[in-house]
């Protein structure tokens, strides 16, 4: 299993600049979900999947948008990039209820608006 | 709002010393989490802990969840340079399938 993946790992963009944060997992997991990561704020939730068409909003949602059309990917777009959005973003999945929520961790896309 | 406050938020020790992380809410939860996270990776699961007054060791790490479910702990007896890293913990409330909530991280340096 290649567990949860993410590309690209780095990304420069301009402001006003659109792009997707690939996220793909092969454990037939049902929970998905974005994170991002700044400095002293530890993980922040932006978006979340609990299935294969289901998604909503975490906490940070402003600026990014979400679709699950298959369980095993779970892309991440950011429709106008602005600098206050350059961070490290983490993808993550779980098997959800049935199984506890331990989430498994991608190793992150760092991406810098200029 | 932080649902988790974590504390301290940086510790900075000698190899071989003892350390404790603290993890605290007003707010239930249904199980806590303990992550660590080294740089450039993502944060990788330590334990879980689901029972009010629970105790977990691994290795020299001890976990302990609050008798309430309202807080947590990570102790580290005889800390070494390979501990360093950014240690989170991370709430699930039951109410939201698979959702966690995660506290702000301690970033821990073992000194030589």
């Known amino acids: 299993n290649a567990g949860v993946t993410q590309t690209p790992k780095f990304q420069v963009l301009k402001t006003g600049q659109s792009m997707t944060l690939q996220c793909a997992q092969d454990?037939?997991?049902?929970?998905m979900s974005w994170y991002r990561q700044d400095p002293g704020m530890g993980l922040r939730l932006i978006h979340y999947?609990?299935?294969?068409?289901?998604?909503d909003q975490g906490e940070v949602p402003n600026g990014y948008n979400v679709s699950r059309s298959t369980t095993e990917d779970f892309p991440l777009r950011l429709l106008s990039a602005a600098p206050s959005q350059t961070s490290v973003y983490f993808c993550?999945?779980?098997?959800?209820?049935?199984?506890?929520?331990?989430?498994?961790f991608g190793p992150g896309t760092r991406l810098t608006v200029l | 709002t932080q649902l988790l406050e974590q504390s301290p938020q940086f510790l900075s020790i000698q190899e071989g010393e003892n350390l404790t992380v603290y993890c605290n809410s007003s707010?239930?939860?249904?199980?806590l989490q303990w992550y660590r996270q080294e740089p450039g990776e993502g944060p990788v699961l330590l334990v879980t802990v689901v029972t009010g007054g629970e105790v977990k060791k691994l290795k020299r790490l001890t976990f302990q969840f609050g008798d309430a479910r309202k807080d947590s702990s990570l102790h580290i007896t005889a800390a070494q340079p390979g501990d360093t890293g950014l240690y989170l913990c991370?709430?699930?409330?039951?109410?939201?399938?698979?959702?966690?909530?995660f506290g702000r991280g301690t970033q821990l340096t073992v000194w030589p």
């Open positions: 993550a999945s779980s098997y959800g209820f049935t199984s506890g929520p331990e989430q498994f």
């Open positions: 454990m037939n997991h049902e929970y």
């Open positions: 707010s239930v939860f249904s199980s």
């Open positions: 999947s609990v299935g294969a068409g289901i998604t």
């Open positions: 991370a709430g699930d409330r039951g109410s939201t399938l698979g959702r966690l909530y």
